[in-house]
């Protein structure tokens, strides 16, 4: 492992966050825009940040409630390890030489799950409501999501998110035109994913106040909001990796993350939320019958 | 507080006084298994100011600036209220031009009342794009009322024997651009809200009042009128100058959330409409019947009822004079009494945690007028 | 005139057909008020209900006539058909206020009856559940009964702001109430 | 003397001991059972690697005993769980009634257990499967009444396999003139294709019961409920692990692999394979759903254990190296993680007195090492990196996806994505959200309890970043049992044809990433105060004591709802020979096992009638 | 611990993050908090200072007691404050709090908010414009920056005094001890 290598990999978290940060913050101004107003300035979530880490007290529930942050961004950090990340002539691999789609899918559960648990851990009902639906939607996207999964694994007769990158070394080789079906069915999984408008029922302010972080403050919500900026680039870097052709240098990926990004925003702006049910039970329809035809396709 | 009996293993769910998705400031206690509510018990009293007995405590004429807070998002009809139940205590004439005015004021005060459930009805389901929109153009209207009466909220203008001020000058011009621009945006509105099929989803099916037991349970205004029974105050008993105006009577079958929203929605236009012929209409000359010095203005002994129709329904005052310096008791009938309680209750049985607030804005409660 | 109070006349005769002992006058159009005995109310506003079209109750408020030692319960009725609005007053005896609950006949009858029962003290019999509506923990006298004294009681509960002139240590009245010392507050350094 | 019946002899003599001597005293009778117990897993250690062979006849029968690797392979799993299962029934039994009764029928069925996986011919196999059968029964029914409809269940299922055994080995036996397995996959070639696929039939009949194999697993969720807990381990970590001894017989020993000669070959798999698999896989996904809609502990640990059981008869079934390993590494795991969870649920059982989700909850600070063992057993079982759950399903995964069976893998990732769900409701319920008053005093289980539990969660983290040992015997299994080519794998690293994941890694990935954030927030953030149990916001109310917060009834509603819709539409065309949707389907299953004794007697009677008139034309 | 406070007050950045980023209970107290929405909606935008709603006490750092308190609602309020993760601020909201304004002789609302529950910021009219509030968020950013902002402090170390004020006036003390 070179020495390049391991400055990366203490650079890429804090860099990860800031990016995803940042985005976020962006999307806060282009949803204000949207809504006639001017917004904060777009580095306002790192502001947040700093103050919520300046916060002089905090509570705990216990053990699990002080881990469950640190363990949901453990995963987030483990996942962006396995993620290739740049691949051009200065390629940021980590440790994703082996970079399995597999592996990928589960460890990025792993710090949702600990989510899950810290907030059950807080004893309050509105929490423990939001984590059951959270589980419940995420059993919703996972399916056309495996999908899409799938098609490219079969299509390219490969597991290895490495692999899949080199095969679309052209962009009318990106697997968005390739595999378009694939491409409809994860980019579905991917709102549920992101959480943003239609599928935010698990934070729900109006119906069960903000559900599983609501009794986090203090250094558990920073933890926690700093981890919600790292997954969000690190789920924007594997569907740029899987779809997009990977990025060669870093203005390549921040484009591609960037307009990525921007589908689960403008829907957002514009939609109020599903119902439970609802949000889990649309994934089931029309996302997994496109991502049949092509599992369908693949075969033939 | 009364809590509900707790059955053994049913999860307590405090929706309020301190939730985001509360209309206003007070609680609704939930018994839940699973998502489902078995039973709500709504909890009110954390508004209370006791305006009745403070009123018991002031003049005639002091009266008139605390009911205006009775109701924080439209406060007009209180006004109103309270200066025609002296008026027909005292038999006092208005002029008619303090009572197109009055029109003028009543109805836009219903659209910004409409416009402020517009943002409720949307946030209470997370599309807060609507509330920015709606709120922000409800500022035009109350920058309106400001020129007026001084007042963005509060306004303290229709007062016994008629208003406080006599329209500026080029005001009438102003409010039909308002109304204009209201009118243009109501388009963005429907795609916005009405039309949105994940609106649609939520709201159809959700919230359903019993059509036959409507009338008896007590239901008005809006949600009476979605359940497609056309009664309203406005026309069933006239006052100011309803009678001499064209305008619809909204109603939509259906019963549900949706159809309180699309009757609140048409009802908008209505307004517009109306606004727009109290402008074409309105005669010049005086504007107030004034009446004794305030500070010795008796009102002559007796009791009136009078009801306006508020953006949530049938607003009443009970005034009751015993012929002295102060009134003797004014009791206040707000809707949402009716509705943030007893129907409230009702309608959450069984229903689901999503659905609360989603719920409970659709009837337009407001707790500030249920504790006074 | 009269010939628009038409609607009001014979629901005044209906009325008087029916119970002799209700005083009925129609105060203006649309507008009746009726004067009854508190004995059989029930069977009167059922009847007004069931027989006359006055499906909608408005409200019930109550009166406090201190100089009567009486309540003086109004019981609001609108009827959507004949679009008229009927006062039914019922004299109550202020020491021994006491009456039968509407509940059974309007759902939202069991609200009002809960607050008149808090605010001024009048019992209805009857009543599913007459427990505190809107005041928490009151302990005091129902306030709005007239001969409660709400400044009396906000001077001795609430301290004011300096420059009124009835500021008082409340201090003192609660270390008397929780037998504590007087706690001092610590200004800034 | 041969060392494989000095072990029987163990057992079975240490049962008896235990029974007859064991009345004198409660040590007594443990001591003598965990003694036999222990003495034979020492001399089943030494037969590591052997092959041996003990034959004597009876009664004119050739008996074969013998050990090999896949012998050794579930060997090693009865013995390891099993003295486990021993050394914690020691506190968890006591002061229960008729102990004695208890460690005769454990001891025996451990017995029988090892029989079956050494017996070389069918007829001690199916000798020593009715011991299991009838000494698990007995444990079944320990708890007398309660258990009366579990235990009829679990009996006539049993017995609907055990008959389709015999018949089987009837069939056979009058084709070939021997039991012997040799014998038999000589012979399997000159089976016409009638005969092969009645066999075939009947033994996955016989075998789907004990590996509750969905259609035949109604018995698993009331039996695995009502038995005590730590048998209950054994009974699902390890006794089910028979039924799937005897797949891996069938597939890969009786017909040594030549299916794909007499069947037709679906994605280079053949048809009895792809069938397995699909059963294995629908089990996986229907019994997962199923769990997750569970309010008794147990019953949720059943029907999960349904259906991970599910992901290894799909293994199986895929036949590739690659996939037998994935399930007999599946099955190594499952026996861990099963272990760890039922045994955990049973010490939360001991103390607390139900297994009710509803009733408990917040035993966190007061049972903090069964949270602990339960934590990494949801871990494992959900197959999260780095725990031991994940390679296996990782292994699995690649031998779908390399098949390009691209249905099963969706059915398959779907159940697995299910199963986070009901693993939270899991520890939630039990461990996290409101305590209940009453358990305010509850203490951690005693040491001989809390051991097995965390020694079994120190397997599940060696297994999770070092699999080679256990590669490497599964890799002997395949090679000289199986006939299998065994797939690549590294010290740590496993391969496919598609990518490679390297355990270790992860493992070490994981923990350094841990340490470093846990270290930086703990050093730089120190202050947090610790705030009771009914601190939390409340909308501003201040709840009283009486008030329930505990969110566990119901807790996957909208789930529930949002399947039924949904099942509804598609049970409509899948299975509309059934019932309108899939809870018609298990409503009809209940109508069929209606819980009367006399109408499982007749469908006995029925089947047997049936069977026995298409064996003879089989034959 | 106060050492280590008094540290932190000091710290010019985590001041400035302070300042910059306000979290706002939501919580309307009273009538007031029908101008709240125009404040942070289009026309207003209070959310350019970083100013947004937040759900829970846990998370929010201002609580804006937006009118008159009724008793009922003083209990949940000082709840509600309690909850609060130090350094919280209060915004005193309307002329009811500062004197009972138009209640000034209502027996259901308290007169002094500051009697009560530390306040920060008093912001006056009834019902104070949006523009008022806005300004008021920025006299309490200045007072932040400066780190004199510390109601919170003052509650902890009179804790008494505001106890026995509060005793008073909430007649049946069910409220769980503050620990900070």
């Given amino acids: 492992m070179s020495p390049m290598n391991i400055i990366w990999m203490i650079a890429m978290p804090f860099i990860g966050a800031a990016i995803g940060l940042l985005y976020i913050g962006i999307s806060r101004n282009i949803t ?100 059951s639906r959270g589980l419940t939607q995420m059993f919703g996207y996972e399916v056309p999501f495996v999908i899409a999964l799938i098609i490219l694994m079969v299509r390219f007769d ?43 029922i698990v934070f729900a302010p109006a119906e069960i106040s903000s559900g599983p972080p609501s009794e986090y403050g203090g250094k558990y919500l920073a933890l926690m909001q700093t981890n919600r900026g790292l997954f969000a680039f690190v789920k924007l870097v594997l569907y740029t990796d899987l779809f997009l052709g990977g990025a060669g240098d870093f203005i390549t990926l921040i484009l591609k993350t960037f307009a990525l990004f921007l589908i689960p925003l403008f829907i957002g702006i514009v939609n109020p939320r599903f119902r439970t049910e609802q949000a889990m039970t649309f994934f089931w329809k029309w996302p997994t019958a496109i991502g049949v035809v092509g599992l369908v396709l693949v075969l033939l | 507080m009364a809590a509900l009996l707790t059955k053994e293993k049913e999860t307590t769910l405090y929706l309020g006084p301190q939730h985001p998705g509360i209309t206003g400031n007070m609680m609704v206690e939930l018994k839940l298994t699973g998502d489902t509510i078995q039973r709500a018990k709504t909890h009110v009293g954390y508004l209370h100011r006791a305006f009745e007995k403070l009123m018991e405590e002031r003049l005639w004429m002091q009266c008139f600036p605390i009911v205006c807070r009775i109701c924080v998002p439209e406060p007009d009809p209180n006004e109103e209220n309270l200066a025609r139940a002296i008026e027909e205590i005292e038999g006092r004439e208005v002029p008619e031009r303090a009572q197109y005015i009055r029109v003028l004021m009543l109805e836009l005060a219903r659209i910004t009342a409409y416009l402020m459930w517009m943002g409720g009805q949307s946030g209470s389901m997370g599309l807060y794009t609507m509330p920015q929109w709606s709120i922000g153009d409800r500022d035009y209207i109350l920058d309106l009322f400001e020129e007026l009466t001084g007042g963005r909220v509060y306004h303290m203008y229709i007062w016994a024997g008629g208003v406080r001020r006599d329209l500026p000058v080029g005001f009438k011009d102003r409010v039909r651009k308002v109304m204009d621009y209201i009118e243009s945006r109501l388009v963005d509105y429907d795609r916005l809200l009405f039309e949105n099929a994940i609106f649609l989803k939520r709201a159809q099916g959700i919230g359903i009042i019993d059509k036959e037991k409507a009338l008896e349970w007590g239901v008005v205004g809006p949600p009476l009128r979605g359940c497609g029974i056309a009664h309203d105050v406005r026309k069933d008993e006239p006052y100011e100058v309803y009678d001499q105006l064209d305008f619809e009577l909204i109603t939509h079958e259906g019963n549900d959330v949706y159809s309180r929203a699309m009757v609140r929605r048409k009802e908008i236009e209505q307004s517009i409409h109306i606004i727009r012929q109290v402008l074409d209409k309105m005669p010049s000359g005086p504007i107030h019947n004034p009446g004794p010095n305030p500070l010795k203005w008796k009102v002559p002994a007796g009791d009136a009822y009078v009801r306006t129709e508020s953006a949530r329904g049938e607003f009443g005052y009970y005034v009751v004079s015993d012929g002295s310096l102060k009134p003797r008791r004014v009791h206040v009938r707000g809707p949402a009494y009716v509705h943030g309680i007893a129907l409230l209750e009702h309608l959450l049985q069984g229903a689901n945690v999503a659905d609360v607030s989603f719920i409970m804005n659709s009837l337009g409660t407001c707790p500030p007028e249920i504790e006074r | 005139m009269d010939s628009k109070l038409i609607k009001e006349q014979e629901i005044k005769r209906n009325i008087n057909n029916a119970f002799r002992s209700a005083e009925v006058t129609v105060v203006r159009r649309r507008r009746i008020s009726v004067r009854f005995r508190a004995g059989i109310l029930p069977a009167f506003i059922s009847y007004l209900k069931e027989y006359m079209g006055f499906v909608h109750l408005v409200m019930i408020s109550c009166v406090d006539w201190l100089e009567d030692n009486q309540f003086e319960l109004v019981y609001h009725l609108w009827s959507y058909e004949e679009h008229i609005h009927a006062m039914i007053k019922i004299r109550l005896d202020r020491d021994n206020a006491q009456i039968k609950s509407l509940s059974s006949l309007w759902p939202h009858a069991e609200t009002y009856e809960r607050e008149i029962h808090e605010m001024f003290g009048v019992d209805f019999e009857g009543h599913p559940g007459l427990t505190d509506l809107i005041l928490e923990d009151w302990s005091d006298l129902p306030p709005m009964r007239r001969d409660f004294d709400t400044r009396a009681f906000v001077a001795e509960t609430f301290e004011w702001r300096k420059g009124r002139e009835d500021a008082q240590d409340v201090r003192q009245t609660i270390s008397a109430r929780y037998g504590e010392t007087i706690p001092e507050f610590k200004k800034d350094k | 003397m041969n060392t494989i019946p000095l072990i029987l002899l163990l057992l079975f003599g240490s049962a008896l001991l235990a029974y007859f001597v064991g009345k004198i005293n409660f040590v007594l009778k443990v001591g003598i059972a965990l003694a036999g117990l222990l003495v034979s897993s020492y001399f089943f250690l030494t037969l590591y690697g052997l092959s041996e062979k003990f034959i004597f006849h009876l009664a004119g029968f050739e008996l074969t005993w013998q050990i090999n690797s896949l012998s050794w392979f579930f060997g090693m799993l009865i013995f390891g769980l099993g003295i486990l299962v021993a050394i914690y029934s020691t506190v968890y039994m006591r002061g229960k009634e008729r102990v004695d009764f208890y460690c005769f029928a454990l001891c025996t069925t451990i017995a029988s257990m090892f029989g079956i996986v050494v017996s070389g011919d069918l007829l001690s196999f199916f000798f020593f499967w009715e011991i299991m059968t009838w000494s698990s029964f007995l444990l079944v029914i320990y708890y007398r009444y309660e258990a009366q409809t579990a235990g009829i269940k679990y009996f006539v299922m049993s017995a609907i396999g055990a008959y389709s055994m015999l018949i089987a080995i009837l069939m056979i036996y009058a084709r070939l003139g021997s039991f012997s397995f040799q014998a038999l996959s000589a012979g399997w070639q000159g089976f016409s294709l009638g005969t092969q696929i009645a066999i075939i039939i009947l033994f ?269 015997l599964i890799a002997e299994v395949e090679k000289t049992v199986l006939g299998i080519h065994p797939f690549a794998y590294g010290q740590s690293v496993l391969f496919s044809r598609f990518g490679s994941v390297d355990t270790m890694t992860v493992m070490n990935v994981v923990a350094v990433v841990f340490v470093i954030v846990f270290v930086l927030f703990s050093l730089l953030y120190k202050r947090s105060r610790k705030v009771g149990l009914k601190d939390i916001h409340t909308s501003g109310e201040i709840p009283g004591e009486e008030i329930n917060l505990h969110y566990a009834i119901d807790f996957y509603q909208p789930f529930s709802r949002g399947v039924g819709a949904v099942l509804k539409r598609s049970a409509d065309r899948l299975y509309m020979n059934f019932a309108s949707n899939m809870e018609g389907l298990f409503d009809m299953m209940r109508y069929i096992y209606t819980g009367n004794g006399q109408t499982y007697v007749m469908y006995v009677i029925v089947f047997l009638a049936f069977v026995l008139a298409f064996s003879s034309w089989l034959i | ?174 409220m769980p001890d503050y620990n900070w």
């Avoid at chain 4, 010490?347 to 139900?354: I, L």
């Avoid at chain 4, 008053?437 to 965390?454: F, H, N, S, T």
């Avoid at chain 5, 750092?61 to 009922?72: N, Q, R």
């Avoid at chain 5, 009811?96 to 306040?119: A, E, F, H, Q």
């Fill in chain 1, 32 to 131: 204000a825009r949207v809504q006639n107003r001017f917004g904060p300035p777009p580095y306002q979530n790192i502001i947040d940040i700093i103050k919520l880490y300046s916060k002089k007290t905090a509570i705990t529930h216990g053990v699990m409630f002080h881990l469950g942050p640190v363990l949901a961004i453990t995963g987030t950090i483990s996942t962006l390890m396995f993620v290739p990340i740049l691949t051009g002539n200065y390629p940021i691999y980590l440790f994703s030489f082996q970079g399995d789609l597999i592996l990928l899918m589960y460890i990025m559960v792993f710090g949702c799950l600990a989510m899950a648990l810290g907030a059950g851990q807080s004893g309050n009902p509105n929490s423990a409501i939001g984590v």
């Fill in chain 1, 158 to 200: 490969t597991s290895s998110v490495l692999d899949i990158i080199k095969a679309q070394d052209t962009v009318a080789h990106w697997n968005i035109f390739r595999s378009p079906f694939s491409f409809i069915a994860a980019i579905a999984a991917f709102l549920g994913m992101m959480g943003n408008k239609p599928f935010d």
């Fill in chain 4, 204 to 472: 996955v009949m016989a075998f789907g019961v004990k590996a509750a194999m969905m259609p035949l697993h109604t018995w698993a969720p009331e039996a695995y409920a009502i038995s005590p807990s730590s048998f209950t381990s054994l009974f699902s970590g390890v006794l089910s692990k028979m039924g799937i001894y005897g797949f891996v017989l069938l597939f890969y020993v009786f017909s040594a692999g030549k299916l794909s000669a007499s069947f037709v070959d679906i994605h280079g798999t053949s048809l009895p394979g792809y069938i397995l698999a699909w059963f294995g896989a629908l089990s996986a996904l229907i019994a997962t759903l199923i769990a997750i809609v569970q309010d008794d502990a147990k019953k949720l640990l059943a029907y999960s254990s349904v259906g991970q059981l599910g992901y290894i008869i799909l293994g199986l079934g895929l036949g590739s190296s690659i996939g037998v390993s994935g399930a007999l590494f599946h099955a190594v795991n499952h026996t861990i993680f099963k272990g760890m969870l039922f045994l955990a649920v049973g010490a939360v059982f001991y103390r607390t007195g139900t297994r009710k989700f509803s009733e408990l909850g917040g035993l966190i600070s007061r049972m903090p090492y069964t949270f602990f063992v339960v934590l990494l057993g949801i871990i494992t079982i959900a197959g999260i990196p780095p725990l031991s759950g994940f390679g296996s399903k990782w292994l699995i995964y690649e031998a779908i996806i390399q098949k390009k069976m691209v249905f099963l893998a969706v059915v398959t990732f779907a159940a697995s994505t299910a199963s986070f769900m009901y693993c939270y409701r899991l520890i939630f319920g039990i461990f996290l959200g409101q305590r209940d008053e009453k358990y305010d005093d509850v203490k951690e289980v005693p040491w001989a309890m809390r051991g097995p539990m965390l020694l079994l969660s120190l397997f599940t983290i060696y297994l999770g970043f070092y699999p080679y040992h256990l590669l490497n």
């Fill in chain 5, 1 to 174: 611990m106060n050492d280590d406070l008094d540290r932190q007050n000091n710290n010019i950045i985590a001041n400035w993050a302070r300042k910059h980023s306000l979290w706002v209970l939501a919580y309307g107290t009273g009538c007031g908090a029908i101008e709240v929405p125009p404040t942070m909606t289009s026309r207003y935008d209070a959310e350019r200072f970083g100013i947004t709603g937040m759900a829970t006490p846990r998370q929010a750092d201002v609580l804006l007691i937006t009118g008159y308190l009724a008793i009922k609602t003083l209990k949940r309020v000082i709840r509600t404050y309690e909850q609060m993760q130090a350094p919280k601020y209060v915004i005193g909201f309307g002329s009811c709090t500062i004197n009972g304004g138009m209640y000034w002789d209502s027996y259901n609302t308290i007169k002094r908010l500051d009697d009560y529950i530390p306040v920060d910021i008093f912001i006056n009219g009834c019902m104070p414009r949006p523009e008022g509030v806005i300004d008021g968020f920025i006299k309490l950013q200045e007072r932040i920056a400066r780190g004199q902002a510390k109601g919170w402090q003052h509650y902890q170390e009179n804790l008494d005094w505001y106890r026995a004020n509060q005793k008073k006036v909430i007649k049946n003390w069910t």
